[in-house]
């Protein structure tokens, strides 16, 4: 695999040192990293190296430099997040943060205060609005990137070529010497797809130096992986390759044959390709690879018979549990596993949430980690949770619990971002077992919503004790049930497309459905 993108190299020390010298820091801090970079260029020979543990950790001993570490770090990838949201070309090899400075600015602020060494550092001198933070954060204006690397491919094969897009609308190969026109390893013959492994900055962390969370797996496989689709359509014109990313929600990366890309949305992917195979550009072996892959876009749109279906289906568990819940005088806890912001899964939610409200239930417990996500600057999919919480307040008087607002650990509790447990203990089981107190304190009926791969881990824990558990599996995707191993977890089949509806749409669906079968509102 190439050098890892989320690590500090040789060649960054150089930037470091301006940033010490910018903030008029001590010579002798000045003088030892100075120091310390001849040293690593006599014995590395190679200024593009990634710097080792050991090494960073030499770094981290002095706390300032450490500081100015995640400075450089964070404000190099919030930048570089930045352009690749706002689909913006840089033709320069080089690219200041000066130059998007004011765009970036509160969500670099926010990010650095995430970080414990900087929240710590500057909470006794002013903290967030105190004159000596905000000059630490101007500091970084001037700092300049030279890798605009956006997204970056690399074959699983440790001594295959890496493809890297860029922000300047290029792509490449890495570490080989096939040209872009030639892009692409042996292809068997009964398939035009390749598998990558999948390298993308992560904003938010920093191998050895940077990481706030801990957690950031979710108990979830790791997805890094992507399909390159090898476009070999007779008649093409411009389109390359394609490639996309396994178990995602899919933009396409559409790699035409000048070296650019462009980006097509979930909700447009079918008619892209639809009017690609039209034209001639793709042929029907392309197409039919990645309808296999995300058959879910393919889907034909939800009617409402089928809706009416799942409908009764939800209910009939439903009334099951409260059933049990007759027999022996537990109270009932409804856990609803979501791929976040899902509207396959949204649509399965308000049901319940419908079905719930009829059978007296007036509490959610929900997992919000996306809105904190979002809060401090990650790029956070959170339309359907602030929806899902909109709803049950405001139309259902349902009351909804913040399980991330204040976090359990032993006899402490503290807000995201969790600083104030032991650093090497925040996980996602410690998360869990913070959830497990604040639903076994609510001691009665209720709805938990959490992300699939947190399902197993309550399910086996201790709520069963205290709870009759019902847990429905709202991902609605049998292959990503089956990889976290949750498909009998009561698993709702919707195999339908419901990209183009709207969240309110898909609410106004439920509730028509719920006054037929109810005859109320």
Excluded at 227 to 250: L, M, Q, W
Excluded at 282 to 295: T, V
Excluded at 399 to 404: F, G, R
Aim: with cysteine; proline share 3%; net charge negative.
């Amino acid at each position: 695999m190439p050098d890892s993108i989320d690590k500090l190299k040789i060649s960054d020390i150089d930037q470091l040192i301006s940033l010490t010298i910018n903030a008029k820091c001590e010579h002798r801090l000045i003088s030892n990293l100075k120091k310390f970079k001849e040293i690593l260029l006599n014995t590395a020979n190679q200024k593009n190296r990634p710097l080792k543990a050991d090494e960073l950790q030499q770094l981290c001993s002095d706390k300032i430099t450490q500081l100015y570490m995640i400075l450089f770090f964070l404000a190099k990838n919030t930048a570089l997040e930045h352009l690749r949201l706002k689909h913006k070309p840089f033709k320069d090899e080089v690219v200041l943060i000066s130059q998007v400075w004011h765009e970036i600015k509160e969500t670099l602020t926010n990010k650095l205060l995430l970080s414990r060494e900087i929240n710590s550092y500057f909470k006794e001198r002013g903290g967030r609005n105190g004159e000596e933070f905000k000059t630490f954060v101007a500091l970084s204006k001037t700092i300049q990137i030279d890798d605009l690397m956006s997204e970056k491919f690399a074959t699983n094969d440790r001594e295959g070529p890496t493809c890297s897009l860029f922000i300047n609308e290029k792509y490449m190969l890495k570490d080989n010497a096939i040209a872009p026109s030639n892009i692409g390893i042996t292809k068997t013959p009964l398939s035009c797809k390749e598998e990558y492994a999948l390298s993308d900055r992560k904003l938010c962390y920093h191998a050895y130096l940077y990481d706030p969370f801990r957690f950031g797996g979710g108990g979830e496989p790791e997805f890094g992986t992507a399909y390159r689709y090898i476009n070999e359509c007779k008649t093409r014109k411009n389109i390359e390759s394609i490639f996309t990313v396994k178990y995602s929600e899919p933009e396409l990366t559409v790699l035409l044959k000048n070296g650019s890309f462009t980006k097509i949305a979930a909700g447009n992917i079918t008619d892209y390709l639809e009017q690609k195979k039209h034209e001639g550009e793709i042929d029907e072996k392309l197409y039919n690879e990645i309808k296999s892959d995300y058959p879910h876009l393919f889907y034909p749109i939800l009617n409402i018979d089928i809706a009416e279906h799942i409908y009764h289906q939800i209910k009939e568990l439903i009334n099951k549990g409260v059933a049990k819940t007759k027999l022996n005088g537990k109270p009932l806890l409804i856990v609803l596993a979501e791929i976040h912001n899902s509207k396959n899964s949204f649509l399965l939610q308000i049901m319940v949430l419908l079905i719930a409200k009829e059978i007296g239930i007036r509490h959610v417990l929900l997992e919000t980690i996306n809105l904190y996500h979002k809060k401090y600057g990650w790029d956070a999919p959170v339309e359907a949770t602030n929806r899902l919480i909109q709803f049950s307040l405001t139309d259902l008087a349902i009351h909804v619990k913040d399980l991330e607002s204040k976090l359990h650990y032993n006899n402490i509790e503290t807000p995201y971002p969790y600083h104030d447990l032991p650093e090497g203990m925040i996980s996602e089981e410690i998360r869990e077992a913070s959830w497990i107190i604040d639903a076994n304190a609510l001691n009665d009926n209720a709805i938990l919503i959490l992300g699939a791969g947190h399902l197993n881990g309550i399910l086996n824990s201790k709520l069963k004790d205290t709870f009759v558990v019902l847990p429905i599996n709202c991902t609605c995707d049998k292959r990503y049930s089956d990889a976290l191993s949750i498909t009998n977890s009561n698993f709702i089949d919707l195999e339908n497309n419901l990209t183009p509806l709207t969240l309110d749409e898909i609410i106004n669906i439920a509730q028509k459905i719920h006054k037929k079968i109810e005859g109320t509102d």
